[in-house]
C-alpha cells in the first residue's frame, strides 16, 4: 500500500519565520542568511573526521578511474565515468575482487550505468539503466537476479540503500516544469523486490523552481541540460536522511520511521528573491559542522559557466556560520580539502579521488606525511586513484 507523508504548511510558515535569520541555539531551528557575509575559519580535516586512503589495486583487469558508486563495510564500488558498463569490487583496503560487465540489449542486461546501490547485507547491487528505464538486480558476481520497471513519467537519480526491503531515491524528472507547476512528488520511498512506490514524502512550497537548464542545439539536433552540481538533495546523516528542496525555505530531517520535521531554515524566502535566486545546498555533515553552499541559480550555455558559490560551514558548538576552509594535516602545504561532494552513507560522509600521478609528484616534492606518505611511495603516475573516506569520527 503506498502512503503519503505531509509536512503541513503550517509548519513551513512557522520553520521559515522563526528567528529571524539568527544563528540558532540548540532548541532553536537553525536559519541561514544567504545575503549576509560572514567571517572565515580555517579548519584541518583530521580534527574533526577520520581520514581513511583505498589505494585500487591496478592491473590490466582492474584499470578504472575511480567513480565511486557506493562504499560498504567490506567493500567498495566502483565505475568509470567513461560509459563503458564496467562495474569494479575492491576490498576496503583496495584488492581487487572482480569485474563484472553486464551491457547489452538483453533483459538481463543494462545498456548505461546511471547509479549503482549496494546492499551489502543480501549481497545485491542495484543497477539504474536510465536508458532503458529499468533497474536491474545482481549479485556480487554479477550474477542476474531480478529487475523492474521505472513508473511512467519517473526518471529516478539519488538512489540510496534505505532499509532492509526499501530504497530511497529522488523523481529527477521532477524538476522538469513549466510555468512553476509540478505534479509529482520528488522523494519517495520504492521496494527493493519489485521497484512499487512505498511512500511517498511531500514537501510544501508556493512554486516549482526550476534548478535544471536546458538548451537546444537545433543543427545538431541535441538537447543540452545541466544543474548545479552540488545539489545533493538525499543526504544520509547518521540515523537519518535530509531532504532538499530547493523551492523550499525549509530543510527537512526524514527519519526511519517515516516521520520528518524541519532540519534548517533559509532566509530570505526563495520565493520571493528576484532571478537569479539563491540557493541553499547541503553536503557534508558532522556530529559538529555542517557544510553547505550557497548557489546562484544561473547558467551560461556559451560559456559553458555558471552556478557560482560560496561555502558555508554552520558550527553548532559555536552557533555561528562561516566561510570555511578545510586542510588535509597529511599534506604539508596546505592542501585545501572540497567539502562539497558525493554523501556516501551513514558512516562515511563523503569520498574524493586523489589522483596517482599528483600523489607521485607531491611524493617527489616531500610534501605528504604519514599514511599518504606511504601509499603514495608504492604508486607511479599509471596507477589507479587512491580512495580518500571521511568518516564520522568515533566516539
Known sequence: MKNANTIPAIILFVAAGCGGGKQAGSDDLITIDVTKSYPKKELILQDFMDVEYIPLESSDEFLTQGFVQAVGKDIIVVKNYAHDGNIFIFDRKGKGLRKINRTGQGGEEYTRIYWITLDEDKGEIFVYSRVTRKILVYDLDGNFKRSFNIKEGFTYSKIYNFDRDNLICLNDFYNYVKDGKATEQPFMIISKQDGSITQEIQIPFKEKIKTVF?????????????????????????????????????????????????????????????????????????????????????????????????????????????????????????????????????????????????????????????????????????????????????Q
Not at 214 to 219: L, Q, T, V
Not at 282 to 307: A, H, P
Open 214 to 394: 536546458m538548451y537546444r542545439d537545433e543543427a545538431a539536433g541535441i538537447t543540452y541540460s545541466t544543474e548545479p552540481y552540488t545539489y545533493y538533495p538525499i543526504i544520509p546523516s547518521f540515523n537519518s536522511w535530509i531532504l532538499i528542496e530547493p523551492s523550499s525555505d525549509t530543510i527537512y530531517n526524514y527519519l526511519p520511521d517515516h516521520t520528518m520535521t524541519p532540519f534548517m531554515a533559509r532566509t530570505p524566502s526563495v520565493q520571493s528573491m528576484d532571478d537569479p535566486k539563491e540557493l541553499l545546498f547541503l553536503s557534508v555533515l558532522t556530529d559538529r559542522y555542517y557544510f553547505m553552499e550557497t548557489v546562484k541559480n544561473i547558467y551560461d550555455f556559451g560559456t559553458k559557466k555558471g552556478f557560482p558559490g560560496t561555502n558555508l560551514m554552520y558550527d553548532r558548538k559555536e552557533k555561528a556560520i562561516f566561510k570555511c576552509v578545510v586542510y588535509n594535516d597529511d599534506y604539508s602545504n596546505k592542501k585545501q580539502v572540497y567539502m562539497n561532494s558525493d554523501p556516501v552513507n551513514a558512516e562515511i560522509a563523503t569520498w574524493q579521488p586523489l589522483d596517482a600521478d599528483r600523489l607521485v609528484e607531491s611524493y617527489k616534492k616531500g610534501e605528504l606525511k604519514g599514511k599518504l606518505k606511504e601509499i603514495a611511495a608504492t604508486l607511479d603516475e599509471e596507477s589507479n586513484p587512491v580512495i580518500m573516506l571521511l568518516k564520522h569520527k568515533k
